[in-house]
């Protein structure tokens, strides 16, 4: 049942705006160029109201801009001391609860707990006390979870529920012992789509394979596409002296949108092994080695004897399989190849069961 | 001795029951049987099951009720009843010596159960006794002559507010609920802690609230929300729901007028925030009990997304009486603003404990003196805490306010769940606010910042200071907090919890100041801020304390002055207990 879009008009800071209702403050704001901090909002998962960092002041009251949607007439405020001291206040006891280790963590500078710290220039917590410690670390193979540094935003607990679809994580314990952990707090055992480690705002989730491998600003970013399945994922490849250490996908980029799965995400050392193929390997004579040949001496092999069998024994006495790694524009050139110049319909797909 | 008539009604609520109320019911049936009673008066003795009538510090209570004139026994035990059937029952002669006495009287005197009463006269697990006093009648009577709107605006009329938390016009709630376009709408009670006696006492009138509620808003289905470990409760409101069921008040074509209703359980675990609605809801949805945002509110959009209507059980006991007796009858009862009762539970130092079910506007210092029969031990009254774990915290100079939700609210406090504990001279207030303030932050599920965080660092502030490290900078701290807490939390427990702090240091700046300039606990309760000493005039080397202290910090030679090894000592205060000569001091 579709709502009518009835326009809503309100002031945010001054500023005239008319949205469609049901918009909430946080986006009618940004359509008007105010950005309002938040740690556990995400476009990608549904919104908790869980972090409060996002309050504004509406008629001397303080709301989540991410949970409140708009009303006719609602004048709102953002940015008013009293807002500004209490967002302060908030970053501060999330920081009095969290490793001041900013100059060792692998999310520096891209993290959105250390951007807020910096916006308010909290350099020491007003208030202090005990932090969680952990001694417990998860021994799965791609995924770092340092639940010191977490912030219970609920971000990963909601992309692996609601768009992986998987419900691998939850919250546990209660109070200031809350924990986001697997069941039974066993090591991670998921499909390792990472998608958790991509919405973290913090270093709680990072991918082992990029720890220590460097600084987000000393790598180039090259889009490219995920080699791995007909999907055909936009990546974006964070290269470091011509070598991949890192592989994201970007909101907005590309069929996938930013998500990606654990191959294109932690699967990216094939690129530069030295096992690799970099020519075809032609075996010249009975239980000789695999030489390498050239490509068109390759095709050509191939071709000649191809022609033979079809000719000796028919087209239906050859098969073709092809391989969920190729794009779907590769597989249909092949089903082709194999119905229109071999003649035969024996053609099979890895990915058709 | 000829009668005609003989009941005896044994007090079974959970305090009765774990007092040896079971016991005592079968040996009165035993002794009856034993001793022929039955044909020795020419009548049937009748035995009866009732709920708590709130005076549980004198459990198991049994009413003997020959012709119509009843006494009341107090602290019966097995061993008592034999007498009891042989003296009073057989005999015509009761037994001064157990029976209730004054405090009984002047406890019960004072209130007004128009809720409770019910508690401890009818048996709990029978419709009948229900129905013979006009039970289900109010149901009969919205769902067959007054239209839903009709039902809404009677309540509305009524005043009624919620009496699990913040105290909204319930008609308003279900008006709200009632004017939302789904044709799905969900009902349900929260059976909380404090309600347990309504439940085990009176189940039914839980259950007709929740149908005329169902009938009003247009709700297919009703839940009952108890945590699973009130196993009376449980026990008593499944009994009546089942009873109900036959009779067929709860199920298909209510009345022969067509209205559908079911109502099913729903069973919380051990925690506080189970009791909030929107994580209530989450739990019924078998997710982790977390609260949601609001708005959208649970009138418009509530358990499984749709309309909601949420009240307390005390709430719903009170719509049959409502419906029953008229608007203009329940708000004749209260204040301007608050109408009807109020169940508070009342505890801590006073001489009667129990649950109490006052006129709501009463003033608090009746409560403390009048039912309660005053502090205990002739001490000095110092304050009372009211509204449950985050109420505020009022002082003794405040005593003659009026309880009702207005007034609560001036003082900072709230009637929330209706708790009640009274402190006297010998109670830390900042011992008393950490307490409040542990639980909350054991309590709190850890979603949002400024309650997961922020209960934990005021808890540890408070611990600091009654540690006697707290610095005056503490408190400005602690007051910080307070705003932030207050302020930016998502739900109800983050934004109340800071009342015990906000309240208690308004009125006892100077025992926060004391704790922290002075390094004296002037209660003498925080062992880090007391010593023991003692007053070698005074003491005539009994002995007593020597043997009582368990960490052997006491020394002497009997006759001759002790002393205390302040290495030694724990600070448990055993030596102070046991001097009979008041030799011993706190410092
Ligand atoms: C932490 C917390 C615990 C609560 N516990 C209870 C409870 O045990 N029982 C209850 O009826 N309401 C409880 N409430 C209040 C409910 O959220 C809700 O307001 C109430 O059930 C509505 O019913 P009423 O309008 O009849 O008062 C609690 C609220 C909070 C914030």
Redesign the interface.
């Known amino acids: 049942m579709e709502k009518p879009i009835n326009s809503i008009s309100l002031v945010i800071d001054g500023k005239q705006i008319s949205v469609p209702s049901g918009t909430t403050i946080l986006d009618a704001a940004k359509q008007v160029g105010i950005t309002i901090p938040a740690l556990c909002y995400h476009p990608k998962v549904s ?7 996002c ?1 504004v002041e509406v008629g001397g ?2 709301v ?1 801009a991410c ?3 708009v009303s006719g007439g609602m004048e709102v405020i953002t940015n008013s001391p009293y807002v500004e001291n ?1 967002r302060r ?2 970053i501060d ?2 920081l ?2 969290h490793p001041y280790d900013c100059m060792v963590c692998q999310k520096t500078g891209e993290c959105e707990l250390q951007e807020l710290a910096y916006k308010y220039s909290i350099r020491n917590p ?5 932090r969680r410690q952990y001694a417990q670390k998860d021994g799965n193979p791609f995924i770092d979870r340092d639940m010191e540094k977490c ?2 935003c ?1 971000r990963c607990v909601k992309i692996c529920d609601e768009v992986q679809g998987v419900g691998a994580i ?2 546990a ?6 924990k986001v952990c697997p069941p039974f707090e066993q090591d991670l055992n998921c499909e390792f789509c990472g998608q958790c480690v991509m919405v973290c705002p913090t270093g709680a989730l990072i991918g082992k394979n990029w720890v220590a491998r460097g600084r987000y600003w000393n790598m180039r970013e090259v889009e490219s596409t995920c080699p791995y399945c007909g999907v055909g994922c936009t990546l974006s490849l964070h290269v470091k002296e011509n070598e991949i250490v890192r592989v994201t996908a970007k909101e907005g980029r590309g069929v996938n949108d930013g998500l990606l799965c654990v191959k294109g995400r932690f699967g990216y050392q094939f690129v530069s092994s030295p096992d690799r193929l970099k020519t075809p390997l032609i075996r010249r004579r009975k239980g000789g080695d695999l030489e390498p040949a050239t490509w068109d001496e390759a095709l050509g092999v191939v071709a000649s004897r191809l022609k033979r069998v079809k000719e000796q024994y028919g087209p239906d006495a050859i098969a073709g399989l092809s391989s969920a790694r190729c794009t779907t524009e590769d597989n249909y050139l092949f089903q082709k190849f194999m119905r229109a110049a071999v003649g035969t319909n024996n053609v099979d797909h890895c990915a058709r069961l | 001795m000829s009668t005609s008539s003989v009941e005896i009604k044994v007090c079974l609520g959970t305090s009765g029951n774990a007092a040896g109320g079971e016991e005592v019911l079968r040996l009165f049936r035993h002794y009856v049987f034993d001793r022929a009673v039955e044909a020795r008066i020419g009548t049937r003795c009748e035995f009866r099951k009732v709920g708590c009538r709130g005076f549980c510090s004198k459990d198991v209570l049994v009413d003997v009720i020959i012709n119509g004139s009843k006494t009341t026994y107090q602290s019966v035990k097995p061993i008592m009843v034999e007498r009891i059937v042989d003296d009073h029952i057989v005999g015509g002669g009761p037994i001064p010596e157990w029976m209730a006495g004054d405090e009984y009287t002047s406890f019960h005197s004072k209130q007004y159960k128009i809720i409770l009463g019910p508690c401890g006269e009818i048996d709990p697990e029978n419709i009948d006794d229900y129905i013979r006093m006009n039970g289900y009648r109010a149901a009969r009577k919205a769902v067959t002559k007054m239209t839903p709107d009709g039902v809404i605006d009677v309540v509305t009329q009524s005043g009624l507010r919620g009496r699990g938390g913040s105290g909204f016009s319930t008609g308003e709630k279900w008006r709200i609920c009632r004017g939302q376009k789904n044709d799905t709408r969900y009902i349900i009670g929260n059976v909380g802690e404090v309600n347990r006696a309504l439940a085990e006492g009176n189940p039914h009138a839980i259950i007709e609230g929740l149908l005329i509620g169902g009938y009003a808003i247009g709700a297919q289905k009703g839940y009952l929300y108890i945590r699973e470990r009130y196993h009376l409760s449980v026990e008593r409101l499944r009994t009546a729901l089942d009873q109900a069921r036959d009779k067929g008040f709860i199920g298909k074509d209510i009345f022969g007028s067509g209205f559908d209703f079911n109502i099913e359980f729903s069973f919380g675990t051990e ?1 506080f ?1 189970c009791g909030e609605e929107t994580a209530l809801m989450e739990s019924i949805e078998g997710k ?1 009990a ?1 609260p949601r ?1 609001r ?1 959208p509110f649970p009138a418009e959009k509530g358990l499984w997304g749709m309309p909601t209507v949420i009240n307390n059980a005390e709430t719903f006991s009170n719509i049959p009486l409502i419906i029953g007796m008229g608007a203009d009858w329940f708000s004749s009862i209260g204040t301007a603003e608050s109408k009807g009762t109020k169940v508070f539970t009342l505890s801590g130092k006073v001489k009667n404990n129990g649950l109490v079910e006052i006129p709501m506007g009463m003033p608090l210092r009746e409560i403390v003196y009048s039912i309660g029969g005053g502090i205990a031990g002739n001490r000095k009254l110092k304050a009372v805490q009211v509204g449950g774990p985050s109420g505020g915290i009022i002082p003794e100079s405040m005593i003659d306010m009026g309880l009702d939700y207005e007034s609560l609210r001036k003082v900072g406090s709230i009637v929330g769940s209706g708790g009640m504990v009274v402190f006297d001279d010998e109670d830390c207030i900042v011992s008393v606010t950490k307490f409040f303030v542990e639980f909350l ?17 005021m808890l ?2 408070l611990i600091k200071i009654t540690d006697g490290t707290g610095e005056i900078e503490d408190l400005d ?1 602690l007051n ?2 307070s705003g ?1 807490m207050t ?4 739900c109800g427990l983050g934004r109340t919890a800071s009342n015990p702090f906000i309240t208690s240091f308004n009125h006892f700046r100077d025992e926060y100041l004391a704790h922290i300039r002075d390094k004296k606990c002037p209660a003498g309760v925080c062992p880090a801020l007391v010593v023991f000493m003692v007053v070698p005039e005074k003491c005539k080397g009994c002995g007593l304390c020597r043997k009582a202290c368990p960490a052997g910090a006491v020394t002497g030679e009997i006759k001759k002055a002790h002393d205390i090894n302040q290495e030694l000592c724990i600070k448990c205060g055993a030596c102070y207990k046991v001097c009979k000569l008041k030799a011993i001091k706190k410092q």
């Open positions: 919104r908790s109201g869980a972090c409060r960092v309050i009251t303080l989540t949970t409140t949607p209490m206040d908030l006891l999330i009095s609860d007003v208030f202090r006390g005990e912030i219970l609920g939850d919250f314990y209660k109070g200031f012992w809350a | 925690s925030i982790r977390m945002y708005p932050q054991r309590e709190s599920c850890g979603e949002c910042t400024p309650c997961r965080i922020g209960t934990k660092r540890e502030l701290t910080r907090l932030i302020a930016s939390s998502l």
